[in-house]
């Protein structure tokens, strides 16, 4: 069974990078079945995709495409992500997730980053 | 705004049928799967159907899903107070390089 933690910073300042990393348990994330993947969610507000990463190619949402970078540390098992130039409007609870084609996203718990000074 | 646009709320006693309602386009619920989330309060959110109208393991069958054209349904039957939660719809879209795309939630109370 595939278990997600999200883990970093719970408060950045503004103009600074936000990092994540994400620990993944029970499955390699280097089997190359998968797709790693963030998502964010403001308070009070819906599901934003972030981007994701595999063994070949990343994606990231177009409207942050500018902002983000994705990595892999295949040696811990973890993903990241890093968001820079960050304000206010990037508050939000960040998720980690897993998907393949086909499958939907397993979530892990949640983590929330506030951008404040 | 939501690329994927759902009523925000919806009602119904315990015992009914809701169905809650998913738009999109012919970029993505007109050329790929739909996908349902289930989000109880201050919880993760929770996969309640893949691929248009496949419930995974443990998802109860009161839950269903369908989709015609570029838009989808997600429909509760024999509706229980712990079904009170938020709902999300999503897919992949083809347009720019492919991103998944949301919609904006759907807000189930349980009268």
């Known amino acids: 069974q595939v278990q997600l933690q999200e883990s970093g910073p719970g408060l950045v300042k503004p103009s600074q990078t936000l990092s994540l990393t994400c620990t993944v348990s029970g499955v390699s994330i280097s089997s190359g079945s998968y797709h790693w993947t963030w998502i964010r969610q403001p308070a009070g507000k819906g599901l934003e995709w972030i981007g994701r990463i595999d063994t070949s190619e990343t994606k990231y949402n177009p409207s942050l495409k500018s902002r983000v970078t994705m990595s892999v540390d295949t040696s811990k098992n973890q993903f990241s992500l890093r968001l820079s130039s960050v304000t206010a409007a990037d508050t939000a609870v960040y998720y980690c997730?897993?998907?393949?084609?086909?499958?939907?996203?397993?979530w892990g718990q949640g983590t929330l980053v506030t951008v404040s000074s | 705004q939501s690329v994927l646009t759902q009523p925000p709320s919806a009602s119904g006693t315990p015992g009914q049928r809701v169905t809650i309602s998913c738009s999109g386009g012919s970029s993505n619920i007109g050329s790929n799967s739909v996908y349902w989330y289930q989000q109880l309060p201050r919880t993760a959110p929770k996969l309640l159907l893949y691929?248009?109208?496949q419930r995974p393991s443990g998802v109860p069958d009161r839950f269903s899903g369908s989709k015609s054209g570029t838009s989808a349904s997600l429909a509760i039957s024999g509706l229980r107070s712990e079904d009170e939660a938020d709902y999300y719809c999503?897919?992949?879209?083809?347009?720019?390089?492919?991103?998944?795309?949301f919609g904006g939630g759907t807000k189930l109370t349980v009268l």
């Open positions: 997730a897993r998907s393949s084609v086909g499958s939907g996203f397993t």
């Open positions: 691929m248009n109208d």
């Open positions: 999503a897919a992949w879209d083809d347009s720019l390089s492919g991103y998944v795309v």
